[in-house]
C-alpha cells in the first residue's frame, strides 16, 4: 500500500491487538493479525512500524505518538496509525488500560476479540461460573482461574456430583467429561440445556485434549465423541486418562488453553467473529490449539427440531444453469454462484470433526478428466465417500459434495423414500433426484433403441460427447463409437447406453449427445455414483418446458448439521 495521510488524527487512545505482528520484507514491512495481513513499502518501514506497534499500549492519542516523531516521519505515522485502525489492527480507547477497575493486562488481552475490551472486562467480572469435576482437575482449574482474575465471589468449584438442576441458572458451567457416566453427563447436559444455561464439557479423546461449548445450536460431548468415533479416534476411559505422569504437563497446557477460551466466552468477546467456533481440540505432541465447528448429529438427544424446507428464491443464480465448463461469456450472476458454494465447502470441511472430512482433488491425476473426492461423516449415518470423474476439476469437486449428501439423505430417511437428490439450486437437485429414478422406472431396453446418429451429436453438446469419447478410448474403457444407443423417455429425457468397451454404463441427458456423455461418463466413475452432464439450456425454466418434472418431491433438511447453515444446497427426495 502507499502510504498517505489526508484525514484528520483520529480521537482516542490507540491499542494494538496483541496478535498483530511485523516481518520485514525486501522493499519495506509485513504486517499481519490472525486473519489477514497487508504489505506497507518504503526505505526503513520495518523498524518504524516496529517502533510504533511497541508503543501502542492505549496510553497515547495519534496526535501524542506522532509527536514523538522528527516532522518528516509524522505524515507517514499518521497514515500507518488510520490504516492499522481500519483494518482492525488497532482499536481506539477512551480512556488507558488500568485507568479502572479492569486490570490492564486483562483489557489488552480481550482486545484481540473485541473493539470494546472495558466492557468485555466488566461483563466477565459479573459472570457467574462454575467448573465441576474431580478433585485433581478443579485444583488444576482453580489455580489457571486464580491467573485470569476468576477467582472472585462469582466463581464455583464443584465436585461433580451435582445434577444439572442444581448446576443451572449461571451464566457458564465447565464440566469435566470424567466426572460422570455417558448416561449421567448426557442427563445433566439435558438439564442444562433445559434451563437455557450455557455449558462446556471437556475431556481427552485419544491422544488429544477437547472441549465442546453445546449450548445454543451446537452438539454435545457425545455428539464429538461420536464423530471422533467415526473419524477413527477412541475416546479413552476415565483410567485411561490418568491423573498424572506422562500425562501432567499436557493436562496442565490444555487446561490453559481451556480457561482461555472460558475467558473469551464469557465475557462475550467473540461473538460475531468472522470465524464461529464452538470446539478446540489440543494436540499434546505439537502444543497446537485448532478450534472447530460441531453440529448436532443425526438421531442425539440434543438435537432439536430440523429446520423447516425453504421456498426457492426467485431471480439470480437460483434459475442458472451451470455451465460445465468455465466460459468467458459466464455471467457475473454465475461467478458469484460459484464462490457462494466454494465459501459454503470450504466451511462445511473440518478433517478433525466434519461434517466433511475432506472435498479435493490435490491427490487424484487431474488428466484425462477432472477429479475430486469428498468424504462425510456423522455417528448415527456413518461415514459416505464418493469419487468422482467429469469434465472439469471443478465440477468433478461440486458433484463429489453431492454424492455424499445424497448417500447420507437416503441413509437417514429410511425405506420411504428411495431416492435424494442434492444441488447446488432446487432446479439441481430436482434433475439429480429425476436422474437417479429414471433408471429404476424406466429400465434400459436396448430392442427399443437406436444407434446414436451423426444428425444427434451437434452443437456444444456434442463437442463435450466427443471429447469424453476420446478420453474414454485412450484409456481403452470405450472402444469405437463407445457402442452407444439411445431412445427418448415419456418425460422428455433421452436415455443412453454405452455397450461398447470393458464397461457397460447407462446416461440420461436433455438431448441425446447428454445422454450419451452421461453414459460415457458412467464407465469411469464407481457403481452408485451420479455424474450428470448439466442441460445445455440457459435457464431451467426451459429445461422443465422440455422434460417433466417429477411428481411428489419433497424439500429434505441436510443430512447432518452444515456450520453456518445449509443454505447454499438443496435436498429433494422421491419415492421410487
Known amino acids: 500500500m502507499t502510504i498517505r495521510n489526508t484525514a484528520p488524527a483520529p480521537e482516542g487512545r490507540i491499542l494494538a491487538r496483541p496478535d498483530v505482528s511485523v516481518a520485514a520484507t525486501r522493499?519495506?514491512?509485513?504486517?499481519?493479525?490472525?486473519?489477514?495481513?497487508?504489505?506497507?513499502?518504503?526505505?526503513?518501514?520495518?523498524l518504524l512500524v516496529s517502533r510504533l506497534l511497541q508503543e501502542l499500549d492505549g496510553t497515547a492519542t495519534a496526535r501524542e505518538l506522532e509527536a514523538g516523531y522528527d516532522e518528516a516521519a509524522r505524515p507517514v505515522v499518521g497514515a500507518l496509525l488510520?490504516?492499522?485502525?481500519?483494518?482492525?489492527?488497532?482499536?481506539?480507547?477512551?480512556?488507558?488500560?488500568?485507568?479502572?477497575?479492569?486490570?490492564?493486562?486483562?483489557?489488552?488481552?480481550?482486545?484481540?476479540?473485541?473493539?470494546?475490551?472495558?466492557?468485555a472486562a466488566r461483563r466477565l467480572a459479573g459472570r457467574r461460573i462454575a467448573f465441576a469435576g474431580r478433585p485433581s482437575w478443579l485444583r488444576r482449574m482453580r489455580t489457571g482461574a486464580e491467573e485470569w482474575g476468576l477467582d472472585g465471589a462469582h466463581t464455583e468449584f464443584l465436585e461433580g456430583r451435582d445434577g444439572g438442576e442444581r448446576l443451572?441458572?449461571?451464566?457458564?458451567?465447565?464440566?469435566?467429561?470424567?466426572?460422570?457416566?455417558?448416561?449421567?453427563?448426557?442427563?445433566?447436559?439435558g438439564a442444562l440445556r433445559g434451563t437455557g444455561t450455557p455449558h462446556c464439557v471437556t475431556g481427552r479423546i485419544g491422544a488429544g485434549f477437547w472441549a465442546v461449548y453445546s449450548d445454543g445450536d451446537a452438539g454435545c460431548?457425545?455428539?464429538?465423541?461420536g464423530l471422533r468415533a467415526v473419524v477413527g479416534e477412541a475416546v479413552n476411559s476415565a483410567e485411561e486418562n490418568g491423573e498424572g505422569g506422562a500425562h501432567g504437563a499436557a493436562e496442565s497446557i490444555a487446561a490453559s488453553a481451556l480457561l482461555r477460551s472460558v475467558v473469551v466466552r464469557a465475557a462475550g468477546a467473540g461473538e460475531g467473529a468472522p470465524d464461529p467456533w464452538n470446539a478446540l481440540a489440543f494436540d499434546p505432541e505439537t502444543l497446537s490449539v485448532t478450534t472447530h465447528l460441531v453440529g448436532q448429529s443425526a438421531g442425539c438427544a440434543c438435537r432439536r427440531a430440523a429446520p423447516a424446507p425453504r421456498a426457492e428464491a426467485g431471480g439470480g443464480a437460483s434459475r442458472v444453469v451451470r455451465r460445465n465448463?468455465?466460459?468467458?461469456?459466464?455471467?457475473?450472476?454465475?461467478?458469484?454462484?460459484?464462490?457462494?458454494?466454494?465459501?459454503?465447502?470450504?466451511?462445511?470441511?473440518?478433517?478433525?470433526?466434519?461434517?466433511?472430512?475432506?472435498?479435493?482433488?490435490?491427490?487424484?491425476?487431474?488428466?484425462?478428466?477432472?477429479?475430486?473426492?469428498?468424504?462425510?461423516?456423522?455417528?448415527?449415518?456413518?461415514?459416505?465417500?464418493?469419487?468422482?470423474?467429469?469434465?472439469?476439476?471443478?465440477?468433478?469437486?461440486?458433484?463429489?459434495?453431492?454424492?455424499?449428501?445424497?448417500?447420507?439423505?437416503?441413509?437417514?430417511?429410511?425405506?420411504?423414500?428411495?431416492?435424494?437428490?442434492a444441488g447446488w439450486t432446487r432446479d439441481e437437485a430436482l434433475y439429480r433426484a429425476l436422474l437417479r429414478t429414471a433408471p429404476l422406472r424406466e429400465p434400459p431396453d436396448r430392442g427399443a433403441m437406436e444407434p446414436l446418429g451423426e444428425e444427434e451429436t451437434v452443437g456444444e453438446c456434442a463437442r463435450l460427447y466427443r471429447y469424453i469419447l476420446r478420453r474414454?478410448?485412450?484409456?481403452?474403457?470405450?472402444?469405437?463409437?463407445?457402442?452407444?444407443?439411445?431412445?427418448?423417455?415419456?418425460?422428455?429425457?433421452?436415455?443412453?447406453?454405452?455397450?461398447?468397451?470393458?464397461?457397460?454404463?447407462?446416461?440420461?441427458?436433455?438431448?441425446?449427445?447428454?445422454?450419451?456423455?452421461s453414459a460415457l461418463l458412467g464407465t469411469v466413475n464407481g457403481e452408485g455414483v451420479l455424474v450428470h452432464v448439466n442441460p445445455h439450456h440457459t435457464e431451467?425454466?426451459?429445461?422443465?418446458?422440455?422434460?417433466?418434472?417429477?411428481?411428489?418431491?419433497?424439500?429434505?433438511?441436510?443430512?447432518?448439521?452444515?456450520?453456518?447453515g445449509g443454505d447454499a444446497v438443496w435436498i429433494v427426495g422421491l419415492a421410487e
Open 221 to 225: 460431548w457425545e455428539c464429538l465423541k
Open 325 to 421: 465448463v468455465y466460459a468467458p461469456d459466464d455471467t457475473e450472476r454465475s461467478d458469484d454462484h460459484h464462490a457462494a458454494i466454494v465459501a459454503s465447502l470450504s466451511a462445511w470441511t473440518d478433517e478433525a470433526v466434519g461434517p466433511f472430512l475432506e472435498v479435493d482433488g490435490a491427490a487424484l491425476a487431474q488428466v484425462p478428466f477432472g477429479a475430486a473426492r469428498a468424504a462425510a461423516v456423522d455417528p448415527a449415518l456413518g461415514r459416505f465417500d464418493a469419487t468422482v470423474r467429469t469434465l472439469s476439476s471443478r465440477e468433478a469437486y461440486y458433484q463429489a459434495a453431492l454424492n455424499v449428501l445424497e448417500a447420507a439423505a437416503e441413509a437417514g430417511a429410511g425405506s420411504g423414500r428411495a431416492v435424494a437428490g
Open 472 to 517: 474414454a478410448q485412450a484409456l481403452g474403457i470405450a472402444a469405437g463409437d463407445g457402442g452407444l444407443s439411445v431412445r427418448t423417455l415419456p418425460n422428455g429425457l433421452f436415455q443412453a447406453v454405452a455397450d461398447g468397451g470393458a464397461r457397460s454404463a447407462v446416461g440420461h441427458g436433455a438431448c441425446p449427445a447428454e445422454a450419451a456423455a
Open 168 to 189: 443451572g441458572g449461571r451464566d457458564l458451567v465447565v464440566l469435566q467429561a470424567d466426572a460422570w457416566s455417558p448416561e449421567a453427563l448426557a442427563g445433566v447436559q
Open 27 to 46: 522493499d519495506g514491512a509485513w504486517i499481519g493479525g490472525s486473519g489477514s495481513s497487508f504489505t506497507v513499502r518504503g526505505r526503513g518501514t520495518h
Open 540 to 564: 431451467w425454466e426451459e429445461v422443465w418446458k422440455q422434460v417433466a418434472p417429477p411428481g411428489g418431491a419433497e424439500d429434505l433438511a441436510p443430512p447432518f448439521p452444515l456450520p453456518g
Open 82 to 119: 488510520k490504516a492499522l485502525l481500519q483494518r482492525g489492527y488497532a482499536v481506539l480507547l477512551d480512556r488507558a488500560p488500568g485507568s479502572g477497575p479492569e486490570p490492564a493486562w486483562l483489557v489488552r488481552h480481550l482486545a484481540r476479540f473485541t473493539d470494546d475490551p472495558f466492557a
